[in-house]
C-alpha cells in the first residue's frame, strides 16, 4: 500500500501545480467582491455606478454587444429609466418602405449601441489597437474580476530600463506590461450619481462589478436555483442510500 | 417466456407474444444474474450510460437554439446563454457533462484495469468499450469547436493538421477534412452536422457493449467465474439501488460543478470570439484530451507524434494479448497491484504535462510519463503474467464472504 500513498500524493501535487501554472500574464492579486461564494449577490448600488462609468468613460471605445437596455431592469432600474436611458442614443433602423436606412432614438428592445460601426472603423481610430467587445470580458480572462480591477489600476511609470514601444502605456497587470489602452480612469473623472468620491480605486471596482453582471447576468438565479437543487439532491442520495442499505441487507 | 410476464394483464401479454420487449426487459434488467460482490467501482459503467443521456436530451434542446454559422456561431451560444429560458443551464449541463462523461469512463476504464476484465472472454467487450471511447473523443473535440471562441478555432486547426503528417495524401486530407483551405465555415457546418451524428453512433456501440457484457456477463472484484446461483443476485432491486445511490453522488459533483463552477473546467480563451489572424498564447485541449496532448508533443517529429497518440490508444485493443496473467483481478497479484497505481500516477503526469508548454523540464517529465505509459503496457505487462507470483484464488464469490 505504500506505492498507493505515494502515487496519491504525487497526484494531488501534480492536481495542484497543474492549476497553478495556467497562464502567462501575472496572476492579479485576489480581490473580495460581494457576488464571490455561494451566496454572493451582485451590489445593486455598485451595479448602477458601475454602469455609469462604462456609459460615460469605456463606452467612448468598448462595446457591449450582447447586452440589451431592457437588461438593465437587473440593475434596479425601472421601465421609464430604461426607456430614457435607451431613447438617450440613435440607432440606425430600416430600410423603411422607401428602401432607405434612417435613425431613431434607442428603444428597450435594442442592444447597447457599438462606439464603431465595425472592426475596422474601431481600429482605425484607435491606432491600428482593437479595443474588445466587453459583454463577456471577465469570463475571457483568467481570474477575469481580479485581473480588469488589477488592469483598470495598474497604470503606473515604466522602469527606467525599460523601452517603451510609441504609443503604448506601461501596465503592471497586463500581460508584457505594454497596452494600447490609455488610462481610463482618473480621479474625479465622472461625477457619481449617488455621491459616491470617484477614486480610481473606487470606479475599478464599480465597473469590474457591472462588467461582471454582463458576463454572468443568470449568476444570481444559478446560485438561487443551485442550493434548491443541491439540498434535493443531498436528501435524495441519503434516501437511496438507506434504501439500498436495506435491500443488501438480506445479502449474505 | 417467462414465468413473471405470464402474470402480466392481458395487454402486456398480447404485445409480449408479438414482440418480447416485457420478457427482454424481465430478462436482463430484472433478472440477469449479477456477481454478488460487485464493488462501487462497478458503478461507473451505468454512470457513463445515464450522463451519454443527459448529453443527447440537452444537446437536442442546444441544437434548437445554435446557429453553425462562422458569424453567428458566438453570438448564438451566448444568446442561449442570455435569452433562451434557462439556456444557461443547458448549456452549463452539457459543457460540464463532456468532462463527468470523460471523468467517469476512465474510472470505468481504470476498473477494467485493475480487475482484468478485458481478459477472455470478455475481449470484444473492452474492443467496444475502447470505440466508444474514441468516439467519444471525436465527438468531444467536434462540440468544443461549435461555439467558435479562440480555442474552438485553434483547437480545430491544430488537432485537424495532424493529418497533414501522413506522407504524400497528407495535404489532401487536410483540405478535403476541412472543406477548404482553412478552418472556416464549411469546416464548422459539417463538425456540427458529425457532432450531432456521433452521440448516436455511440448509444449503437453501447448497445452491443451491453449484448457482449450480457452474453459474457459482469466481472468482479475476484476476477473468479460465479460456480453457482449462491455466487449471483438478480440486478434489480441490488444492483438498480446501488446504481441510483451512485447516481445520487455523482449528480450532487456535477451540480455543484454547473451552479457553482460552471467554467472552472474550461479555457478563459474561448471566451473570446475566434480570430483567425491571432493565435493564442498557448493552445490546449479540454483536461479530458491532455494526456494525448502529451504524448504528441513529447515527440520533436511531428508524424512520431501522431503516430505515438494513435498508438497509445490503440495499444489497449491487444492488451488481452499483451496481459500474458492467467489472473484477471489485480487483488492477486502482488506486483501488478502496486504497477497499476505507478500506470495511473503517469497518465495523470502526462494530463498535467500536456498543460504545459512543451519545453524544459515539462517537456522531459512528459517524455518519461510517456515512456512509461508504453514500457508499462508493451513490456511490463508480458513479462509480468510469466514471472509474478500469484496469490491463491478463493474457491467461489460465496467462498471469501462466508469466512468473514
Avoid at chain 1, 8 to 28: I, M, Q, R
Wanted: net charge neutral; aromatic share 14%.
Amino acid at each position: 500500500m505504500t506505492i498507493f500513498k505515494f502515487t496519491a500524493a504525487a497526484a494531488v501535487t501534480a492536481l495542484l501545480a497543474f492549476t497553478a501554472a495556467a497562464s502567462e500574464a501575472p496572476v492579479p492579486p485576489a480581490q473580495s467582491w460581494s457576488f464571490s461564494g455561494p451566496f454572493g449577490t451582485y451590489d445593486r448600488a455598485a451595479l448602477q455606478r458601475g454602469f455609469q462609468v462604462y456609459k460615460e468613460v469605456c463606452a467612448g471605445c468598448h462595446s457591449l454587444r450582447h447586452v440589451y437596455y431592457r437588461d438593465l431592469a437587473a440593475l434596479g432600474y425601472n421601465e421609464d429609466e430604461i426607456k430614457a436611458i435607451a431613447a438617450s442614443v440613435e440607432v440606425q433602423d430600416g430600410p423603411n418602405d422607401q428602401g432607405e436606412m434612417f435613425t431613431r432614438p434607442g428603444r428597450p428592445y435594442d442592444r447597447f449601441k457599438s462606439p464603431f460601426p465595425n472592426d475596422n472603423a474601431a481600429r482605425a481610430a484607435n491606432n491600428g489597437a482593437l479595443p474588445p467587445d466587453l459583454s463577456v470580458i471577465t469570463k475571457a480572462r483568467p481570474h477575469g474580476h481580479d485581473y480588469l480591477y488589477a488592469l483598470m489600476t495598474g497604470y503606473k511609470e515604466p522602469p527606467a530600463d525599460m523601452k517603451m514601444t510609441e504609443g503604448m502605456q506601461y501596465n503592471t497587470a497586463y500581460a508584457g506590461n505594454q497596452i494600447a489602452m490609455v488610462p481610463p480612469l482618473s480621479e474625479g473623472s465622472i461625477e457619481y450619481k449617488d455621491g459616491t468620491k470617484a477614486t480610481v480605486p473606487q470606479m475599478a471596482r464599480d465597473v469590474t462589478v457591472f462588467l461582471a453582471w454582463t458576463a454572468e447576468p443568470e449568476m444570481e438565479e444559478r446560485k438561487r436555483l443551485g442550493y434548491k437543487v443541491l439540498l434535493f439532491l443531498l436528501v435524495l442520495t441519503g434516501v437511496l442510500y438507506a434504501a439500498m442499505r436495506r435491500v443488501w441487507s438480506k445479502v449474505h | 417466456m417467462s414465468a413473471s410476464s405470464q402474470q402480466q394483464g392481458p395487454v402486456v401479454r398480447w404485445i409480449d407474444q408479438r414482440l418480447p420487449i416485457f420478457s427482454f426487459l424481465q430478462h436482463e434488467l430484472h433478472e440477469y444474474p449479477t456477481p454478488k460482490n460487485l464493488n462501487y467501482w462497478w458503478n461507473f459503467g451505468s454512470l457513463a450510460g445515464i450522463v451519454l443521456v443527459i448529453m443527447i436530451a440537452t444537446g437536442i434542446f442546444l441544437a434548437m437554439n445554435y446557429t453553425p454559422h462562422v458569424d453567428h456561431a458566438f453570438d448564438s451560444v451566448e444568446r442561449i446563454m442570455r435569452d433562451v429560458n434557462y439556456g444557461w443551464l443547458i448549456r452549463y449541463v452539457h459543457m460540464n457533462g463532456a468532462s463527468m462523461f470523460f471523468l467517469v469512463v476512465y474510472i470505468h476504464i481504470f476498473r477494467g484495469l485493475y480487475y482484468g476484465s478485458y481478459k477472455p472472454p470478455r475481449e470484444l467487450l473492452w474492443w467496444l468499450g475502447l470505440i466508444i471511447l474514441l468516439l467519444m473523443m471525436a465527438t468531444a473535440f467536434m462540440g468544443y469547436v461549435l461555439p467558435w471562441g479562440q480555442m474552438s478555432f485553434w483547437g480545430a486547426t491544430v488537432i485537424t493538421n495532424l493529418f497533414s503528417a501522413i506522407p504524400w495524401v497528407g495535404e489532401p486530407i487536410v483540405t478535403w477534412l476541412w472543406g477548404g483551405f482553412a478552418v472556416d465555415n464549411p469546416t464548422l457546418q459539417r463538425f456540427f452536422s458529425l457532432h450531432y451524428l456521433l452521440p448516436f453512433v455511440i448509444v449503437a456501440v453501447v448497445m452491443l457493449h451491453l449484448v457482449a457484457l450480457h452474453t459474457a456477463k459482469s466481472n468482479n472484484p475476484l476476477g473468479i467465474d460465479p460456480k453457482s446461483d449462491k455466487d449471483t443476485i438478480p440486478f434489480h432491486p441490488y444492483y438498480t439501488i446501488k446504481d441510483s445511490f451512485g447516481l445520487g453522488v455523482l449528480l450532487i459533483v456535477y451540480m455543484a460543478l454547473v451552479f457553482y463552477a460552471p467554467n472552472a473546467l474550461g479555457e478563459a480563451e474561448n471566451y473570446v470570439p475566434a480570430n483567425p489572424l491571432q493565435t493564442p498564447e498557448e493552445i490546449v485541449p479540454e483536461w479530458y484530451l491532455l494526456p494525448f496532448y502529451a504524448i504528441l508533443r513529447s515527440v520533436p517529429d511531428k508524424l512520431g507524434g501522431v503516430v505515438l497518440m494513435f498508438a497509445s490508444i490503440f495499444i489497449l485493443f491487444v492488451l488481452p494479448w499483451l496481459d500474458t496473467s492467467k489472473v484477471r483481478s489485480a487483488r492477486f497479484r502482488p506486483i501488478y497491484r502496486q504497477v497499476f497505481w505507478i500506470f495511473v500516477l503517469a497518465c495523470i503526469v502526462l494530463g498535467w504535462a500536456g498543460a504545459q508548454k512543451p519545453e524544459g523540464a515539462a517537456l522531459m517529465i512528459g517524455r518519461l510519463a510517456t515512456a512509461y505509459y508504453f514500457f508499462h503496457l508493451l513490456i511490463l505487462m508480458p513479462i509480468l503474467g510469466k514471472f509474478e507470483k500469484t496469490r491463491p484464488l478463493p474457491e467461489s464469490i460465496s467462498q471469501p464472504v462466508l469466512k468473514n
